[in-house]
């Protein structure tokens, strides 16, 4: 267990969090890029790693969505608001190039503005990879299965944004696409974390004004966000919409889950299943408990102590 000792105990409405005696304020951009149906809980997820992460600053969140809803402002509103920070999250991709995604006018225009706007941006999945192409051509590389799943990573920098984090930890991972960690290296990006099965997990580069963090895991995720994915997964199989069954996530459920599950993938793919078995069903009431949930308050602690030092360092009182 490893928790900052100022994050322990965090009073949270729905926009804004704190600790008793703050000793900063933050305003930070959400641009939610999910789509309408998964718009509240994923900014839900937000909203509550940053409130076990906000330690003793006053963090104000401004959630923005491409034609608003939910609760979000239009991105249009985007360009006009005075910002601190800004967290990009990643959507599902439905293209083959980056560039033919729907959301990417919107996300090529935040890589632009954003490094004269912010101390700081964090870009999640598929964010990651529109950036990154933006600033320096580097293309995503489609991965032969889903990755998914927990993935062990480990701090390879020791950079400011990673002062909280211990030497090692887990985060999931939920992608289709990689970004390849030479081709990073060659562009001048600093790799702060990497895994042996996901390899670049966290890295980053300056952009004029703003450090650029990019995630290619979810420290974000819920518990169950995962298995939300799977069964919405093994549902498009079933369908037909997806021609290969969905590989389990990996060092996820345990194992009396996983062999139900693996049992209950091999009846459905020789089409003799009679209905998940009762394992399968208790797992579908009760997804796993969140290991990485200290990680990712740690993380996002380091992220908000960093932009608070720049912004002091930028406007001093």
């Known amino acids: 267990m490893f928790i900052r000792p100022d994050i322990a105990d965090v009073m949270t409405d729905a926009k804004v969090y704190s600790t008793s005696g703050p000793c900063g304020e933050i305003v930070v951009g959400l641009v939610n ?11 839900l997820q937000y909203q509550q790693v940053l409130a076990l992460a906000a330690g003793r600053f006053r963090v104000h969140l401004l959630v923005f969505t491409i034609g608003g809803g939910g609760g979000a402002e239009d991105i249009s509103a985007l360009w006009n608001t005075s910002l601190d920070a800004l967290i990009v999250t990643g959507a599902e991709p439905r293209a083959a190039a980056i560039t033919e995604e729907p959301c990417w006018p919107t996300l090529a225009k935040l890589a632009e ?17 529109g950036a990154i192409f933006y600033l320096d051509r580097i293309e995503r590389r489609r991965l032969r299965d889903k990755l998914s799943g927990i993935f062990e990573c480990s701090n390879v920098s020791g950079h400011d944004l990673l002062a909280f984090m211990p030497q ?12 390849d960690e ?10 702060l974390a990497r895994g042996q099965l996901v390899g670049a997990d966290t890295f980053a580069k300056q952009r004029n004004n703003s450090l650029f963090v990019f995630l290619q895991g ?23 919409g997806q021609q290969s069954y969905p590989k389990m996530p990996e060092a996820y459920f345990d194992a009396e889950i996983a062999h139900a599950l693996a049992a209950f993938e091999k009846q459905t793919i020789r089409g003799s299943q009679l209905g998940p078995p009762p394992e399968v069903g208790r797992c579908l009431v009760r997804p796993p ?10 993380l996002y602690a380091g992220w908000l102590s960093y932009v608070a030092a720049r912004k002091q360092v930028s406007h001093p009182t």
């Open 33 to 43: 890029l999910m789509p309408p149906l998964a718009l509240q809980a994923f900014t």
């Open 113 to 129: 503005w954003a490094g004269d706007h912010t101390v700081s941006v964090i870009w999640s999945c598929l964010a990651a990879h």
């Open 168 to 179: 090692s930890w887990v985060v999931p991972h939920s992608r289709y696409n990689t970004a």
């Open 182 to 191: 030479a081709k990073l290296i060659e562009h001048g990006y600093t790799v």
């Open 218 to 240: 979810h420290p974000e995720y819920a518990a169950e966000t995962l298995l939300r994915e799977y069964k919405r997964d093994i549902g498009r199989f079933l369908s037909g």
């Open 289 to 298: 408990a969140d290991r990485w949930r200290d990680a990712a308050s740690c």
